[in-house]
């Protein structure tokens, strides 16, 4: 019982998500539209279901009004009505991806599809993906529509310099301790013989399919790739499409029906078979298979770290020199082994808001000390080792300009784009059609929502 409440607490957050902004048949209370932002309609229940999704987070909502998380969902539509209006394009392939990811994961957590559906109060399974699907294709316009909106947003050190001077004294912001780490990164090696196993399965498959086989089958058995083997290798693309450039130049290069030869990129090595072409659009299939590390190769890259990390506190050579010449890690390499934090992109970490996996593992080492080798995994699920070290700790402090210019210049720049979203909505609620309905045409809204 403990473990199923606990699968029901990790799928919670989903829950909003997989609830539609429609009622469904059979059900007998009358869900009455509160909101109308262009083409979306916002009922009754979905500001319900805000609050579900709130507490599902551990967030507070007792102070939250149903006005004000009516105003959130008003913000929401509006930037997926303004997306679909700019023409932002948010392929199936895109939805059809994250809606397997949670799918899996839903799947994963209740048994089975069976228990998700039922979990979820629908009829079928198809009528949970096309529910699925449509919300997830419109937070996808959301966040796209977002991003279009800030993208274009930046700031220099003179900004940054008179926003610093604007916060009075006693009003400055406090850091939180932080540390810089880098890191050694040994991969095992992956062997030619591993490398031609795969190539010539993948020119069987190729041979199998051009005989009469189905490409389909062939990569719901054999594929690699998560993302598409259900759909049996299934991607619509153009040239836009984040995918690695290795994969691009070769689907591009090929005419309709035709088969590529096998080819290697950071996943492993793929086959492409081109079903379609429609103007700049590509619908294709393709089949990954990633060579396997041998345990000679891994228990061989296990040694060489280890010995990196012996001539280092030998004093033979210092931890950046060793990250410059030995590492694998080519995005720390040059850096001395460097770590850049995704979240602010300078070399520091704070504390309270480092990734738990890393925390764990530099919290209690000491100034220069060198962790034991460690494994890890890349994007890819490739295993590797590596061993830490922290170059510098900075304790808690008030912010200074010539001391924390990065931080500051996140923070200017975070107000900037709040700005920048600001009058962008108040100039697209002037020219987009707007209804409130009922009491809630009392509210106090942030934004004119009522165009008074």
Same mark, same amino acid.
Request: glycine fraction near 6%; aromatic fraction near 8%.
């Given at each position: 019982?403990?473990?199923?409440?606990?699968?029901?607490?990790?799928?919670?957050?989903?829950? %909003?998500?997989?609830?539609?902004?429609?009622?469904?048949?059979?059900?007998?209370?009358?869900?009455?539209?509160?909101?109308?932002?262009?083409?979306?309609?916002?009922?009754?229940?979905?500001?319900?279901?805000?609050?579900?999704?709130? +507490?599902?987070?551990?967030?507070?909502?007792?102070?939250?009004?149903?006005?004000?998380?009516?105003?959130? =969902?008003?913000?929401?539509?509006?930037?997926?009505?303004?997306?679909?209006?700019?023409?932002?394009?948010?392929?199936?392939?895109?939805?059809?991806?994250?809606?397997?990811?949670?799918?899996?994961?839903?799947?994963?957590?209740?048994?089975?599809?069976?228990?998700?559906?039922?979990?979820?109060?629908?009829?079928?399974?198809?009528?949970?993906?096309?529910?699925?699907?449509?919300?997830?294709?419109?937070? +996808?316009?959301? #966040?796209?529509?977002?991003?279009?909106?800030?993208?274009?947003?930046?700031?220099?050190?003179?900004?940054?310099?008179?926003?610093?001077?604007?916060?009075? $004294?006693?009003?400055?912001?406090? %850091?939180?301790?932080?540390?810089?780490?880098?890191?050694?990164?040994?991969?095992? *090696?992956?062997? $030619?013989?591993? !490398?031609?196993?795969?190539?010539?399965?993948?020119?069987?498959?190729?041979?199998?399919?051009?005989?009469?086989?189905?490409?389909?089958?062939?990569?719901?058995?054999?594929? *690699?790739?998560?993302?598409?083997?259900?759909?049996?290798?299934?991607?619509?693309?153009?040239?836009?499409?984040?995918?690695? !450039? *290795?994969?691009? &130049?070769?689907?591009?290069? =090929?005419?309709?029906?035709?088969?590529?030869?096998?080819?290697?990129?950071?996943?492993?090595?793929?086959?492409?078979?081109?079903?379609?072409?429609?103007?700049? &659009?590509?619908?294709?299939?393709?089949?990954?298979?990633?060579?396997?590390?041998?345990?000679?190769? /891994?228990?061989?890259?296990?040694?060489?770290?280890?010995?990196?990390?012996?001539?280092?506190?030998?004093?033979?050579?210092?931890?950046?020199?060793?990250?410059?010449?030995? #590492?694998?890690?080519?995005?720390?390499?040059?850096?001395?082994?460097?770590?850049?934090?995704?979240?602010?992109?300078?070399?520091?970490?704070?504390?309270?808001?480092?990734?738990?996996?890393?925390?764990?593992?530099?919290?209690?080492?000491?100034?220069?000390?060198?962790?034991?080798?460690?494994?890890?995994?890349?994007?890819?699920?490739?295993? %590797?080792?590596?061993?830490?070290?922290?170059?510098?700790?900075?304790?808690?402090?008030?912010?200074?300009?010539?001391? &924390?210019?990065?931080?500051?210049?996140? /923070?200017? /720049?975070?107000?900037?784009?709040?700005?920048?979203?600001?009058?962008? #909505?108040?100039? $697209?609620?002037?020219?987009?059609?707007?209804?409130?309905?009922?009491?809630?045409?009392?509210? *106090?809204?942030?934004?004119?929502?009522?165009?008074?």
């Amino acid at each position: 019982m403990k473990i199923l409440k606990m699968r029901i607490k990790i799928i919670a957050s989903l829950l %909003f998500l997989v609830t539609t902004a429609f009622a469904q048949g059979g059900k007998t209370k009358v869900d009455g539209v509160v909101g109308v932002v262009g083409d979306y309609v916002i009922l009754d229940s979905d500001i319900d279901k805000s609050y579900i999704e709130l +507490k599902s987070q551990g967030a507070q909502t007792k102070d939250i009004s149903r006005c004000q998380m009516l105003g959130k =969902l008003l913000e929401d539509k509006l930037y997926a009505h303004q997306a679909i209006q700019d023409s932002i394009v948010v392929t199936d392939t895109e939805v059809n991806q994250k809606l397997e990811e949670q799918v899996s994961y839903m799947v994963e957590q209740l048994g089975s599809m069976d228990k998700v559906i039922q979990y979820f109060k629908k009829s079928n399974e198809q009528d949970f993906r096309a529910e699925l699907f449509d919300i997830i294709k419109e937070n +996808k316009l959301t #966040s796209q529509m977002q991003k279009k909106i800030v993208d274009d947003v930046t700031i220099t050190p003179e900004e940054v310099r008179d926003f610093y001077k604007k916060i009075p $004294k006693e009003e400055l912001p406090v %850091f939180g301790a932080e540390m810089e780490v880098a890191q050694i990164v040994v991969k095992p *090696e992956i062997t $030619k013989e591993s !490398k031609q196993a795969v190539i010539d399965q993948l020119k069987a498959i190729k041979k199998e399919v051009q005989e009469g086989g189905s490409f389909f089958s062939k990569a719901v058995l054999y594929s *690699e790739d998560p993302g598409s083997r259900p759909t049996g290798g299934y991607y619509k693309m153009n040239r836009k499409t984040q995918f690695v !450039k *290795e994969f691009k &130049d070769v689907a591009f290069s =090929l005419q309709e029906g035709e088969i590529s030869e096998p080819f290697e990129t950071e996943f492993g090595f793929h086959i492409i078979y081109v079903e379609k072409v429609k103007g700049q &659009d590509l619908e294709l299939r393709h089949i990954l298979i990633s060579p396997k590390v041998t345990d000679e190769a /891994l228990k061989a890259a296990k040694t060489k770290i280890e010995l990196i990390r012996k001539r280092i506190l030998d004093n033979e050579i210092s931890f950046a020199e060793a990250a410059r010449t030995m #590492s694998d890690e080519k995005e720390t390499r040059n850096d001395g082994g460097v770590l850049t934090n995704p979240k602010t992109q300078d070399s520091r970490f704070e504390l309270t808001k480092m990734d738990p996996s890393l925390y764990g593992i530099v919290a209690n080492l000491k100034d220069k000390e060198i962790s034991l080798p460690i494994t890890d995994e890349d994007r890819t699920g490739k295993k %590797f080792y590596k061993i830490l070290t922290v170059n510098n700790r900075y304790d808690e402090h008030t912010a200074d300009y010539s001391k &924390d210019y990065g931080r500051l210049k996140e /923070l200017a /720049l975070k107000e900037k784009q709040i700005k920048a979203i600001a009058k962008w #909505s108040q100039e $697209k609620i002037r020219e987009t059609h707007i209804k409130i309905n009922g009491e809630y045409r009392d509210c *106090e809204f942030t934004n004119n929502w009522l165009k008074k």
